[in-house]
């Protein structure tokens, strides 16, 4: 099912509901610099920050980083071990603050891949969280698209054989439901930095009506004006969701 029109935002033109980015670019920013990747990885997680605030100015409900995805796991050991003293550095002490500020935080993804100690830690920020009223940030972490779409499948596939669904009642509304992302809106944009334009495997069956803007800016360099600036990018789209034009 298409998305409805948004209406106006606080700049006057149409703000997405749901913006989704892929983070890209923290390797190379750090190579450029002559530093270790986790100095890129750090970098990042400053730019998340301002993404997140600008998210919230702008009046964007739901913010979503693809923060770690399922083949991140093939790097290298020690990159993966840095990646994920990073997390547990943020979801210790930043969790906090976003709390006070009324942001709701929750997790999609293979997040048992972490280990159990990291998992109590997304399952209590979750809970934490999870009155907040304000900007939900959706942290999709050891996350794969075709991976989502399997495991919703499997799923649906239990709840026919267990006779709780018949099959003919199957559509595309009930199979959503079964999605990591379920009761979500899809995202109205995507976003990619570092001049790459692939979707590797991000929100592969969300993104059908989505509107698409690739930024040349490593993620590491990614702040408030680039925001703004892909908001005017989307605002300025013709949104037919597969209708005639107007």
Not at 168 to 178: G, M, P
Not at 190 to 199: F, K, P
């Amino acid at each position: 099912m298409a998305p409805k029109p948004l209406p106006e935002g606080k700049g006057g033109f149409p703000v997405p509901s749901h913006v989704a980015i892929i983070m890209d670019g923290n390797g190379r920013w750090a190579a450029m610099r002559g530093l270790p990747r986790i100095a890129g990885h750090r970098a990042g997680a400053d730019a998340v920050s301002r993404c997140l605030h600008a998210a919230r100015d702008a009046g964007v409900d739901y913010l979503t980083l693809y923060a770690f995805s399922s083949e991140n796991w093939r790097r290298g050991p020690a990159e993966v071990a840095d990646l994920t003293s990073l997390l547990r550095y943020y979801l210790r002490y930043k969790v906090a603050e976003l709390h006070r500020e009324n942001v709701r935080i929750c997790f999609i993804g293979e997040t048992e891949r972490f280990g159990q100690d990291l998992v109590e830690e997304l399952e209590r920020t979750e809970r934490l969280t999870a009155g907040n009223t304000g900007l939900t940030l959706v942290l999709a972490l050891s996350y794969g698209g075709r991976a989502e779409i399997a495991g919703a499948a499997r799923r649906l596939a239990e709840a026919v054989r267990d006779g709780k669904i018949e099959p003919s009642a199957v559509t595309e509304d009930v199979f959503s439901r079964y999605l990591l992302t379920a009761g979500m809106p899809d995202p109205d944009l995507i976003v990619r930095t570092s001049g790459e334009h692939r979707l590797s495997n991000f929100l592969l069956w969300q993104s059908a009506y989505s509107e698409f803007v690739f930024l040349d800016v490593l993620w590491p360099d990614f702040d408030e004006s680039h925001f703004s600036s892909m908001l005017k990018i989307y605002a300025s789209r013709e949104r037919r969701f597969g209708g005639r034009p107007g």
